[in-house]
């Protein structure tokens, strides 16, 4: 008898406690897709569907912006960036205001861009820029393995902490989880900065999935930049037999841009930490001859006026008149983006969606194949990368926009973890850019294939992987 009672009890239990979370679902979901989505699940299958809510159903961030706004001097170093590298609207081919309104930052100018293809060039970059810093070194990444790209950078960090140069290092406690202790301890041996774990805030295990900081980010002494998708690891540079060859992008940054880049890592740290780094920041920009318009757009789960992440590929593609050209290795969009690329293709515009053919995590590969048919119905062109594994993750529109950053083409990265893009507002560097994707375009095969014709397993997995779209 005692048993039945506390079945029944425990049944009860369960069904409140989902009550309870789809109301907190319907309540904070950022998008109705995603509320309807787990109030039924949650109402349906709650056994299955309260262990999910707990990985996945977390969808703002509290009080991420409340840090942000309670450092004032954040924001004013913010209005004085604004005043003294501001562009007129006039100079630019496009209106600046949507981007401008999404990263909270105004397009600025007297940049300098260079495309840092592949690993290789990327973290030879990085490192010779470590190596020549004078007084700072501020280094973020999602991932950071202690294998050899890893081993380096810890020591090319030590090198500069050694000579008297100031490191602050930080990573995602989720993308870094496999990292060993003794990684951090040789840093704080000799005198790196770090995240303190034990106080961290944020996800600080592998199983929270949502609220990861995605962003890549290495600034010299507040005047050299590096952002784009590259994590630290070997398989990053092409030495993982699973993966083979790996088809990356990455920027070098220089001019006003780098300043806006290194607010979004004092954000960052701020909000981990409680410690302000401002005062002990370069905050003098120095133009360079390419002078480029360009901005830097971050987003995350901790804006909570509008789904920022989303708005800038909207704001994009809906500033294009005769080319949206889109590489990411994940493509689970939003309905307001997949709109937004069949309206622009039946304008006759050029709409390219550059994508892998291999696979390294195959629900978000399978569920883009739910996608493709009406894409390609109105004349999207469906390419698949086939010379390795490509992760980049870059826009480009027209002549006009040219954008690199950590941002994929899925909800995850429009609404649940903490993304940076470069865009810069230049043809110059548009056509750097084409030149790169065209190069990729010729290692690529157009999809001409419906999900009907398809395998068995892609027909039947991909309607049930769209099903998760809101977390994938």
Known sequence: MLSVTLSTLAFLAMWITAGLSALS???????????????????????????????FGHHRFKNYRETRLQSERTVQGIKNFSQDHVVSPDQLCINPAPFEAVAGLPVCRGNGFELLINGQAAFDA????????????????????????????RDHMIAAAQRGVAVWFMTDAVGSHALPQSYALALASAGVNL???????????????????????????????????????DEYLGLDPGFGAWRDTHLRLSGPVVLQLQLVFAEDW?????????????????????????????TGPGDNTTETGSMMFFSAISAARH???????????????????????????????????????????????????????????????????????????DETIAGVGTTNLDNRSFRLNFEAMALFFDSTAAQQVAKMLEHDFTHSIEMNMNLDQQKLSIRLGAPVARLFAPVL
Not at 272 to 288: G, K, M, N, Q, S
């Open 270 to 298: 701020h909000w981990l930490t409680e410690e302000p780094l401002l005062d002990l920041l370069h905050w003098d920009a120095r133009h360079v001859p390419q002078d480029m318009a360009a901005l830097i757009v971050a």
């Open 323 to 397: 080319r949206i050209w889109i590489a990411s290795p994940y493509f689970v969009p939003d309905l307001d983006v997949v709109a937004a690329l069949k309206h622009a293709a039946l304008q006759g515009i050029d709409v390219r969606l550059l994508l892998p053919d291999s696979i390294d995590h195959y629900a978000p590969w399978l569920a883009a194949y739910s996608y493709f048919d009406d894409l390609r119905a109105v004349g999207v062109k469906i390419l698949r990368y086939s010379a390795g594994f490509m992760h980049q993750k870059v826009i480009l529109i």
């Open 195 to 233: 995240v303190d774990p034990t106080t961290r805030r944020g996800p600080k295990h592998r199983f929270l999935l949502n609220f990861r900081n995605h962003r890549k980010t290495v600034i010299i002494d507040g005047l050299i930049g590096f952002t784009g998708v590259l994590n630290v690891g």
């Open 126 to 153: 990085m490192f010779q820029a470590i190596d020549d810093a004078q007084d700072y070194v501020l280094i973020q990444f999602y991932i950071v393995r202690d294998d050899g790209l890893g081993q380096r950078l």
């Open 25 to 55: 679902a319907a309540r904070t979901a950022r998008t109705p897709q995603g509320a309807m989505g787990w109030v039924v699940f949650l109402l349906a299958l709650p056994i299955v569907a309260l262990p999910a809510y707990l990985f």
